[in-house]
């Protein structure tokens, strides 16, 4: 169940959180669809975000999985203790005031780098009227990786990952490659753009 994991992925190395998290795993009945992808770069959309209890479940899979990623957080969650914790599991505080910054630092970011998994919530929202934003498919295009679709879906209980998609620069192509995947996949609560159109 928890052999998905490229040789390559960097890990966190620590034994007391993997079995902490696969404990939770097996307790709350959550399981693995799909494998991660062994590419050296790629920026993991997860979606629907409809919930606090996503980011309870993506640190249950990162401790699980015991992999090293980064992920974008709003900044408000990086203050105090709590706020130095999130940073050491991969958190990078977000200013929603000043998204213009976001995409070029991420772009710059995995240019820097020679490996690097960038996970994030595209729709930036739980409310359930908002739909997705354009950010995570600019960051992909302006660095040149692909993008995994991942969710967690809570009808099933599963933890998934599904196509890495190679952006195209067509932001609205891609953009509805991106929302048809992700129509049926059903979070803790249904949002609005997963309605038939």
Do not use: C
């Amino acid at each position: 169940m928890f052999d998905i994991v490229p040789a390559s992925y960097a890990r966190r190395g620590s034994t007391l959180n993997r079995a902490i998290g696969r404990m939770l795993m097996r307790l709350s009945g959550w399981q693995f669809e799909g494998v991660l992808p062994d590419v050296p770069k790629v920026v993991i959309a997860v979606a629907p975000h409809t919930t606090n209890w996503d980011f309870v479940i993506g640190v249950m899979v990162l401790w699980a999985l015991d992999i090293r990623i980064s992920f974008l957080g709003k900044h408000t969650l990086f203050r105090g203790v709590f706020g130095k914790w999130i940073r050491s599991i991969g958190g990078i505080p977000v200013h929603r005031d000043s998204t213009h910054g976001v995409v070029g630092d991420a772009v710059q970011a995995f240019s820097q780098a020679d490996r690097m998994v960038l996970a994030l919530a595209p729709e930036g929202t739980r409310q359930l009227d908002k739909g997705f934003k354009m950010g995570f498919l600019h960051i992909a295009h302006g660095a040149n990786v692909p993008v995994l679709l991942a969710y967690f879906d809570f009808s099933r209980k599963v933890i998934g990952f599904g196509p890495l998609l190679p952006t195209t620069g067509d932001v609205t192509h891609d953009m509805k490659f991106v929302l048809n995947f992700y129509r049926p996949i059903r979070g803790k609560y249904r949002k609005a753009w997963q309605q038939e159109s």
